[in-house]
C-alpha cells in the first residue's frame, strides 16, 4: 500500500494518490491530470477511482478529464447530485483497491455532499482518514459555502450539521488514524488551519478546538462562524463547474497559449471585454506597464487573487509576462474556472517597449522616505490594504484599512484629491490594489515599498498594541 499526499502551495491543496496491487485513487486531484497519470505510471498501476470529497468551490476539480483518460469511475457521497456519470456511494459503502478497502463517510456540514473516505490496510486495520474539508488540521471546513448554492441552507443550519457529523462519524473514529485534509493554512475554506499538513486523529482530538469533548453545539456554532468573511466571488461559480462540467484542459490550455505580437496583442487589448493581466513581480511592474493592464504577480496567490477580483470566470483575458512563466500561469488560472485566456504578448513586456508602445508607470517610495514626508507634509493619505484580520492584528495608528479582498468598496474611501500611499504586507498586494484603481482613473496613487513590513522596522511610526489574528480570512 502507497499514500501520497500531492499538495499544491498556491491554492493550500492537497491532493491524494493510494495505491495497492495495481490499483490506484485519486482523492480531490486537481484540472490539470498529468500528475496524477504520471505517478500512476510510476508504479505500474491504474486510477480505478476518483474519489471526490465534496463540490468544491476554490478549485475547479479534475475529476471529469482523469476519468475520461483513464476510465476511472468517479465517486461522491450521499445526497450529490452531479451532472454527469458517477457513483453516488451509500453512507458506510466500502469500495475495493487491490489488497485495501476504503469506507465513505458521510460528514455533512461544510456542504451537504461532504464526505470522508477511511483506508483499512491490507489486514483489516483502520489506517487513515482522507477528510476533505470536513477536518483541517486545528480547524474545520467553514459551514457558510453551500448556502451560496442552495437558497434554503443557512450558515446556521450548516454548522449545526458539521458539529453533528463531528460528533457521530469522526470523534468515535481510533486516535492513531493519520488525518490527510484537503488543505492547509492559506486556504479560504477555514479561518484559521495549522501549517502542518497532516497529524494523527488523537493529536487532533486534544488540539482541535472543534474536537473538544465539553463544547455544546451552540458554542460551537457560535465559534466556528465568528471571524468568517464572505468567500471569494469565484467560489460558486466554481461549485457550479464541478457540477455541471467544464471544457477539457487540453482546449483550454492550447488556447491560452497562443501568443500574440505587441501589434496583435494592442488590437485585442482594446477591445472593451478584455482584461491584461501582468504576471510579473510587482516592482518592475511599477517601472513600465502596459497602460490599464493589471498586476497579478505569479509569484504569489495568483489564482486566488483574480479569482477575488475577477467577478465572472468567464472574463476573457490576455496574459503579459517572462514567456516561460505563461503556462504556469494559464494552469493555474484554469484551476479556478478562468478557462477564456486568449493568449499571450510574445517575448513578453519587452516586445511591447521595442515596437515603441505607449506606457504607464507607478510611483514607489521607500518607508524611510515616507515617514520623513509625512513629518514634512501631513497633508496625505494612508491606506492599509491588507486583510481586515491583519489589520485588527497589529497596524499603524490612525490609518484606515481599505482590504483588497473587498477594493469596490475600499475604493471608496481614496481621497482623489491628494496624494494618497498604498501599502501591504510587503508590496504584492498594494502594487495590485493600485494597479487596478490605476485602470479606474485613479493617477494620485504612490507604493510603499516593502509594505508594513518595512514600516514597522523604521520605528518611525506609532504601532497598535499586537493582537494574535483568531482568523486568516
Not at 250 to 258: F, T
Request: aromatic share 8%.
Amino acid at each position: 500500500m502507497k499514500i501520497e499526499q500531492i499538495y499544491t502551495g498556491c491554492l493550500a491543496h492537497g491532493a491524494y494518490y493510494i495505491e495497492s496491487e495495481g490499483e490506484a485513487a485519486i482523492i480531490d486531484p486537481l484540472r490539470e491530470t498529468k500528475p496524477y497519470t504520471d505517478r500512476a505510471e510510476r508504479d505500474g498501476a491504474k486510477i480505478k477511482y476518483v474519489l471526490e470529497t465534496h463540490f468544491h468551490a476554490d478549485f475547479v476539480s479534475g475529476h471529469l478529464d482523469l476519468a475520461k483518460i483513464t476510465g476511472a469511475k468517479i465517486v461522491y457521497g450521499p445526497t450529490a447530485k452531479p451532472q454527469f456519470e458517477a457513483h453516488i456511494a451509500a453512507d458506510g459503502e466500502v469500495l475495493t483497491l487491490g489488497k485495501v478497502k476504503i469506507k465513505v463517510i458521510h460528514t455533512p456540514g461544510h456542504t451537504m455532499e461532504s464526505s470522508c473516505f477511511l483506508l483499512i490496510d491490507e489486514n483489516g486495520k483502520e489506517h487513515s482518514l482522507f477528510s476533505g474539508d470536513t477536518l483541517f488540521i486545528g480547524d474545520v471546513g467553514r459551514p457558510d459555502l453551500a448556502q451560496h448554492v442552495i437558497a434554503e441552507l443557512t450558515q446556521e443550519k450548516l454548522a449545526g450539521y458539521l458539529f453533528d457529523s463531528l460528533r457521530e462519524k469522526i470523534i468515535p473514529l481510533n486516535d492513531d488514524l493519520v488525518v490527510y485534509p484537503g488543505h492547509g493554512a492559506g486556504s479560504a475554506c477555514g479561518k484559521n488551519m495549522s501549517n502542518e499538513t497532516t497529524d494523527t486523529l488523537g493529536n487532533q482530538k486534544k488540539q482541535n478546538y472543534a474536537l473538544q469533548p465539553n463544547l455544546t453545539k451552540a458554542d460551537f456554532v457560535k465559534e466556528v462562524l465568528t471571524g468568517l468573511m464572505p468567500p471569494p466571488g469565484y467560489f460558486p461559480q466554481n461549485v457550479l463547474l464541478n457540477i455541471n462540467g467544464y471544457e477539457n484542459i487540453e482546449s483550454v490550455m492550447q488556447r491560452g497559449l497562443q501568443k500574440f505580437s505587441p501589434t496583435a496583442f494592442e488590437a485585442l487589448a482594446n477591445e472593451t471585454n478584455v482584461l491584461v493581466i501582468d504576471i510579473r513581480e510587482a516592482e518592475e511592474f511599477g517601472k513600465a506597464f502596459i497602460p490599464n493592464s493589471i498586476n497579478v504577480g505569479i509569484d504569489g496567490n495568483f489564482a486566488t487573487w483574480v479569482g477575488t477580483l475577477v467577478l465572472d470566470v468567464k472574463q476573457e483575458i490576455l496574459l503579459v509576462g517572462s514567456p516561460d512563466r505563461i503556462e504556469e500561469a494559464v494552469t493555474r488560472l484554469a484551476r479556478v474556472g478562468f478557462d477564456n485566456c486568449l493568449g499571450y504578448l510574445d517575448r513578453g513586456f519587452e516586445s511591447w517597449i521595442q515596437k515603441g508602445l505607449e506606457t504607464d508607470s507607478i510611483v514607489s517610495i521607500g518607508a524611510r522616505e515616507l515617514a520623513d514626508r509625512i513629518v514634512a507634509n501631513s497633508d496625505c493619505q494612508l491606506l492599509d490594504v491588507r486583510k481586515k484580520s491583519e489589520y485588527e492584528s497589529e497596524h499603524i495608528q490612525g490609518v484606515e484599512n481599505a482590504p483588497l479582498d473587498f477594493i469596490n468598496e475600499s475604493m471608496l474611501i481614496v481621497n482623489k484629491q491628494k496624494p494618497v500611499f498604498i501599502y501591504c504586507a510587503a508590496g504584492y498586494r498594494s502594487m495590485l490594489f493600485i494597479s487596478i484603481l490605476r485602470s479606474r482613473g485613479y493617477n494620485n496613487l504612490v507604493n510603499v515599498s516593502g509594505g508594513f513590513k518595512a514600516m514597522k522596522g523604521t520605528e518611525k511610526f506609532h504601532l497598535t498594541k499586537f493582537h494574535k489574528q483568531k482568523t486568516m480570512l
